[in-house]
């Protein structure tokens, strides 16, 4: 038997003891905990000599003969506990002796400070609330795969605090967003998670079918179509925060299933998304960071205002060369893209081309935050044609430290001009492109109603929380990130 093993087996002696002896520690015993470890340690010394009640688990015991010192955490962190037979009992301290790191007590007791000045609960009762039966994993030794820090997330919180605190960062950034839209008049409603057309992105969704109705369905890749719907129903100012779900690649910065920010306006453009865009990352980051100077892989940016604004024709030659404005056609567009090393089909027209060799050899280089504005038609299939040179979109991607946290556009309510929209998309799609959006007729029907002008904003809100809390993959910032299955594990 390994050392493991024996380390299991001597919980499961000591849990049929306990039984023995009268105490379930799964009864399910409710107490009242009326203080948390920060609290009581950071108010010494007027909490000295003060009852309290503390819970949370064991991370650490010492037994001196006829007392124990141990360390419970917390939510907020942890606090020392001192039992010694005198104060708890000969019959309770004897079921104390059969805890182990890992399970969950209730203490009540007085606060006092230990000869080495470290603020303690002087316990005068205690209960077993819950027996761990599996040993906790060492901080630095028994977590050291990463992916099993993912997989196990619950073993994650409880051995890496700082973990925690992304967390609870992450809580704190959404609710920011939400109050700040919710103060400038946006209000928030929800879409339908499934639906019978995957529209609002170029992504592969995935399916599903719906026995009931006897027809297939998808789960979203965007919530742009819904929100626009409620535009046309009269709604002018409207946002949904949640998930969306795409068929695609994991990587440190795809995740199948992620949450994104759609915000909608109506009388408002692209210019006025970029100042929106602005205002809440700026303002977010003051509010929740308590500066606008963030780091990410030692590298820092600014993110006070105002942000440059560059048309995508302008940065792809500023980093490669190739301008745009004086290739003619597709043909030359295929060359020069290819000539660069940029892979493109024999198919791709220039503005497809042009997007290609932006996103393959500019877009890490954008350090920001930077607006990159104006993107071709063919690749924009929701958004205004720019009024000055008509192969554009009013469209821009925000970008910070070579990540694309954002995009917005003045949409595209001409219904005749959307159906030609999606009707190229759907040429794409029945030569084999899989990501090319779906013929959507009841949206088309919603725009001959007439939808009045505006503009949209998608964030990807996992993206941005990577950024502001420093973390290199979005796997950090999502609690239970999607992986392979192993071993009988999800």
């Known amino acids: 038997m390994s050392q493991k093993e024996d380390l299991i087996q001597s919980r499961y002696d000591k849990l049929k003891e306990l039984y023995d002896k009268g105490c379930d520690p799964y009864r399910g015993e409710k107490i009242s905990i009326q203080n948390k470890s920060r609290e009581i340690i950071d108010q010494f010394p007027s909490t000295d000599n ?11 015991k010492r037994e001196h003969g006829k007392a124990t010192f141990a360390h419970v955490q917390d939510s907020e962190g942890q606090i020392q506990v001192y039992l010694n037979v005198n104060g708890v009992g000969e019959e309770a301290y004897g079921i104390f002796g059969l805890t182990d790191i890992g399970d969950f007590i209730g203490v009540e007791g007085t606060v006092f400070q230990t000869r080495k000045g470290e603020t303690t609960v002087a316990v005068e009762r205690f209960s077993l609330l819950t027996k761990s ?33 992304i967390f609870i960062l992450r809580s704190k950034i959404i609710q920011e967003i939400r109050d700040q839209l919710n103060r400038e008049g946006f209000l928030e409603v929800e879409t339908p998670m499934m639906s ?27 919530t742009e179509l819904y929100l626009k719907r409620l535009l046309v129903g009269g709604m002018e100012k409207v946002y949904e925060l949640g998930k969306v779900f795409r068929n695609e690649g994991i990587s440190t910065v795809h995740n199948p299933e992620f949450v994104t920010l759609e915000v909608y306006q109506a009388y408002a453009d692209y210019l006025d998304m970029m100042e929106l865009t602005e205002r809440l990352l700026v303002e977010l980051s003051k509010n929740v960071l308590g500066t606008t100077v963030i780091t990410w892989k030692g590298e820092e940016v600014d993110l006070a205002p105002p942000w440059p604004r560059v048309t995508m024709m302008e940065i792809v030659k500023e980093y490669t060369g190739l301008d745009f404005a004086s290739i003619e056609d597709d043909r030359h567009a295929r060359e020069a893209a290819w000539q660069k090393g940029v ?46 040179d008509p192969r554009f979109t009013s469209r821009f991607e925000l970008f910070i430290l070579g990540n694309e946290i ?81 071993d009988g594990q999800v």
């Not at 057309?197 to 369905?217: D, K, Q």
């Not at 556009?409 to 040429?427: A, G, I, V, W, Y």
């Open 343 to 388: 892979k493109v089909s024999a198919q791709s027209s220039w503005g497809e081309v042009m997007a290609e060799v932006f996103e393959t050899l500019c877009e890490e280089n954008l350090k920001g935050p930077v607006f990159i504005k104006d993107y071709p038609v063919e690749v924009s299939p929701l958004a205004q044609k720019n009024k000055e």
């Open 50 to 60: 003060k009852k309290v009640t503390v819970g949370g688990r064991i991370v650490s």
């Open 133 to 165: 039966l599996l040993p906790l994993p060492e901080k630095w030794h028994g977590l050291k795969d990463v992916e099993l820090r993912y997989r196990q997330r619950y073993l994650d919180l409880v051995v890496n605090t700082e973990v925690k605190d």
């Open 196 to 222: 019978p057309i995957a529209g609002g992105a170029n992504a592969r969704p995935f399916s599903t079918y719906h026995n009931a109705l006897g027809v297939n369905m998808y789960l979203r890749i965007a």
């Open 406 to 486: 954002a995009n917005a556009f003045t949409e595209l309510n001409d219904p005749q001009e959307q159906r030609k929209r999606f009707e190229t998309q759907m040429s794409k799609r029945e030569k084999g492109d899989e990501e090319a959006h779906m013929m959507d007729e009841d949206f088309l029907t919603a725009l001959e109603y007439g939808m009045p002008p505006a503009g949209g904003l998608g964030i990807g809100i996992d993206r941005l929380i990577m950024l502001l809390t420093g973390s290199t993959s979005i796997r950090e910032v999502i609690l239970f990130p999607t992986l392979r299955p192993r």
